[in-house]
């Protein structure tokens, strides 16, 4: 008999929670020590840690009612089918979108760029034209642009970034023009912690019938976003970023636009019919979901989802507000150490660099000290080579991270000063 009382994909809504050290409980990895010391876990920004209620819900579908969907006309398949598509309706509401078709599930962020670029780009984009991205694009949005750009003769346009690190908007109106078919953008950038204001990018862009995709990896994991706000044609994230599992993420287009575009991989599950001369497709999402998908992924995506929805987010925000300012103030008393990123309101993704040290060293010496953050490039390198550095050290944190962790990073990065200095 299952252990859960609850069918596959439908998750039991607890109260809400704001206390970090309540929402801490539900994510059993927190309790790890590295290198004898406790984990203090802010690396959020390359991977969130998953909290019980998705790792649940995947074992239970394996457990419990492992099939393939849409195919089987036996029970599991059955129930498989229904968690598939509820978790798609769940993603759908929550993002305050009104049909669950509009929402593809891809590998994630990388693959639905990817996806956009090659289906909606080979139909749209031709020699001359301009492709329009940020300063501050990750490289899953730049690379497939790029090769579009090639393929079709086009060209990338930059739209630049001011000092502080915002996007630089009084640019924006001059790079809109006749030529551009797409402006696509980063929701928050994942070296700067900038909040774009999305909803004022994508009037400006729809305005001039230009098309737009909205990258939100790093906006989705800090509370809800709202599709029908925002305006955009196409919205990207990956679940792993949200409490999700890896391997599964999703692409939003709006319905029209979605159902004009053609398939950008065939196979079995997205056509209607076939014959060695020719295939009709299925309406989406189907025609861009060849294949098995990731069926535990979603099932997990939508749990990640429900455990998301339920949380306090107005004060979860505020709470992730105070981790950044207190974060800002430690490290800035440190000499010699520069953050990337001040614009107010950022997202809680703090990088920064420090003089005669390099952030692999910095790196090394908080994991020492149980410390996890990220050094490298961040898969940023057009912004960094912006900003006149080669890598930086970056710390990005989650709801569940606490004001007593960020006192553990500034005295771990003090360290790493005295050790250097
Ligand atoms: N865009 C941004 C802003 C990101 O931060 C990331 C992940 N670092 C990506 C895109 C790519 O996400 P994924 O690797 O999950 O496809």
Avoid at 204 to 229: F, K, M, W
Avoid at 383 to 395: K, V
């Amino acid at each position: 008999m299952s252990r859960h009382p609850y069918p596959l994909g439908d998750l039991p809504s607890p109260s809400p929670k704001l206390n970090p050290a309540i929402i801490r409980r539900d994510f059993p990895i927190l309790e790890r020590r590295v290198h004898g010391k406790p984990l203090v876990y802010l690396d959020n920004g390359a991977t969130s840690q998953k909290p019980r209620a998705v790792i649940d819900a995947i074992r239970h579908f394996y457990e419990n009612g492992c099939a393939n969907i849409h195919r089987g006309v036996h029970l599991l398949s059955g129930e498989a089918t229904q968690a598939y598509d509820r978790a798609r309706t769940g993603i759908c509401r929550a993002m305050g979108a009104a049909h669950a078709e509009e929402f593809v599930f891809v590998r994630g962020t990388t693959e639905a760029i990817n996806l956009v670029a090659r289906s909606w780009g080979d139909l749209h984009v031709h020699a001359g034209d301009e492709i329009l991205l940020t300063e501050m694009e990750h490289h899953a949005n730049i690379v497939p642009w790029q090769f579009l750009a090639k393929r079709a003769g086009a060209k990338i346009r930059v739209l630049p970034i001011t000092p502080d690190g915002a996007l630089d908007l009084e640019r924006l109106p001059a790079l809109l023009t006749e030529k551009t078919r797409i402006l696509a953008f980063t929701h928050v950038s994942n070296v700067l912690g900038t909040v774009n204001p999305a909803a004022e990018i994508c009037k400006a862009a729809r305005d001039r019938g230009i098309v737009t995709l909205v990258d939100g990896a790093q906006a989705v994991p800090h509370g809800p976003v709202n599709l029908s706000e925002i305006g955009c044609d196409f919205y990207v994230f990956s679940g792993h970023k949200m409490f999700g599992p890896d391997g599964i993420g999703v692409l939003y287009g709006r319905g029209k636009l979605l159902a004009s575009l053609p398939p950008w991989q065939g196979g079995g599950d997205m056509v209607e019919r076939v014959s060695f001369e020719e295939s009709t497709f299925r309406p989406p999402p189907d025609r861009f979901e060849a294949g098995t998908p990731n069926i535990s992924g979603a099932i997990g995506l939508g749990a990640a989802f429900a455990y998301h929805d339920q949380l306090n987010w107005p004060e979860l925000r505020e709470h992730e507000h105070n981790l950044v300012t207190a974060t800002h103030e430690a490290l800035l008393s440190i000499p010699g150490l520069r953050i990337q990123g001040t614009v107010p309101g950022k997202a809680p993704v703090v990088s920064f660099t420090m003089e005669g040290i390099h952030p692999h060293d910095i790196g090394t010496i908080l994991d020492s000290e149980g410390v996890a953050i990220r050094a490298g490039n961040h898969c940023a390198q057009p912004l960094l080579a912006r900003l006149g550095i080669q890598s930086s050290a970056r710390a990005s944190f989650a709801c569940y991270n606490t004001l007593e962790e960020v006192e553990t990073l500034a005295n771990a990065v003090r360290k790493a000063h005295r050790y250097f200095a």
